[in-house]
Each structure stands twice: as C-alpha cells, then as structure tokens.
C-alpha cells in the first residue's frame, strides 16, 4: 500500500495503525513522491490525501489514470462539499474519507476496494442471495436503452459510449441486471462497497448523482430514479 499525506502527526498515525492491521505500508509526505513511488513499485491500492503541497492528491490520480494506472485510490479529505467530492470521483478515486475519520471505516473502505480488485481479477466475491451473481457469460447486458460489455468494461446509451469510473460502471452494472426492482440503500453498499456505511453516508448519492451527470440526455427520460426512503430503480419511464 502506498500512503501519501502531508500532516506528519497523520500519516504516521495512519502508518502505524495500517501496518498493525498486516499491510505492508510506504508513506510518502508529498504527491510529488506519491507519483515516484508509484511508478517505481505500484502497489496494491493507494491512500492519497487530496490537500497536499505541489502535488495535490487530485493531480496524482489525473496523472496516474491518465497513464492507464487502474490501481484502486481512496481519498483522504477535509472537504465535505458534494462538489469536491465530486471532483475526485471526477479525477478517478474509487472512494472517499471524510476527515475527522475513525480509522476503522477507513479499514473498512480498503477492504471493500481490495475485494473488487480480487473479484475483477477472477476471485467470487460474496453477494447476496436474492440478486443474481456476475457470471463469465454475462459478458453482454442490456436494459433501458443501455448496453454494457462487462469484460471490457464499456457502456453505451444508445450509440454513445459513457466514460465511467471503476465504481460508477459497477453500480451500473448492478442496476441495469435489475432494471425495474427497486434496490435498497443497504443491498446498493454491500454489492458495490462490501460494507454498509450507515444511513449518514453521503457516498452513494454522490456516485447516483454523478453517474445521472453521465447518463441524461437533452430531451430523453431520466434512467435511474430515487425511491425515496428505500434507494434507487433504473428503468426507462
């Protein structure tokens, strides 16, 4: 794992808490390192505060996905604002922290990441009994007017193709294998996440909201609608 933050009182925090968890842990104190770091010894997810000096945490994902680096990132960040954390989902990050943070959630976010990691490289990841498993012949799906190729990772609406994040083509793909049910808050974080962050979390109305951004067309009906109370049903009114 490599760890980027620039509070030192944090990141050796961090770095002790994680090592004792059993990860193997590089800190760095800069994105300018970060980006060293990772290109010297890619790891197997990063940390990556997202105010640092130079380098921000935003910039060392721009660069490290725009170089085709599709290592898992989670953000550590002290802005709450749905508009910055959009703009890290923006920039790539699979996830997001919240400063003040309890480091368990932040154990739980990176356990959830490296089990899509593991389950995208052929490992069976546990899902729940009422929806239907990814399978190796599900390479084609289609609902909605959309259509996805999920081995290769690619969407469409119609005739254009989404640019989709890791996590907003897997709550994607989720909705589209259930177009018409409605799925709740609960079933949406264990599928995606692995863990179910409560109903203070934010994270999965930003992801919704983010992947509309993407979906709506001028003049076309909106795809995924919110259930209010319950979560969110993809279906073509």
């Known amino acids: 794992m490599l760890l980027a933050e620039d509070d030192r009182a944090i990141r050796h925090a961090l770095e002790r808490a994680l090592s004792l968890e059993g990860y193997q842990v590089t800190a760095v104190a800069d994105g300018v390192e970060a980006l060293a770091q990772a290109h010297k010894t890619p790891p197997d997810v990063l940390l990556l505060d997202v105010m640092m000096p130079g380098i921000d945490g935003l ?26 954390r959009i703009a890290g989902l923006d920039a790539g990050a699979d996830d997001y922290v919240v400063k003040p943070f309890d480091v368990e959630e932040v154990f739980a976010r990176l356990r959830a990441l490296l089990r899509r990691t593991s389950s995208d490289s052929g490992a069976v990841a546990d899902v729940p009994k009422e929806l239907p498993a990814v399978t190796s012949g599900d390479r084609q799906i289609e609902a909605a007017g959309l259509r ?14 989404l640019e989709l994040t890791r996590t907003e083509f897997e709550l994607l793909e989720l909705l589209v294998r259930n177009a018409g049910i409605v799925l709740d808050h609960s079933t949406i974080y264990d599928r995606i996440w692995g863990y179910d962050f409560g ?5 999965l109305a930003v992801y919704v909201g983010y992947l509309r951004r993407k979906l709506d067309e001028p003049g076309a ?12 049903v993809l279906r073509e009114d």
């Not at 910039?59 to 709450?80: F, H, K, N, S, Y």
């Not at 996805?148 to 193709?161: C, N, S």
């Not at 609608?225 to 969110?232: A, I, K, L, S």
């Open 59 to 84: 910039q060392v994902c721009r660069v490290l996905r725009a170089e085709g680096d599709r290592t898992p990132i989670l953000m550590l960040t002290a802005l709450v604002e749905t508009a910055d």
């Open 148 to 161: 996805m190729d999920v081995q290769a990772r690619r969407a469409w609406r119609g005739e254009r193709e």
């Open 199 to 203: 109903p203070g979390s934010k994270n």
């Open 221 to 232: 009906p909106q795809l995924i609608h919110t259930v209010r109370g319950v979560g969110y």
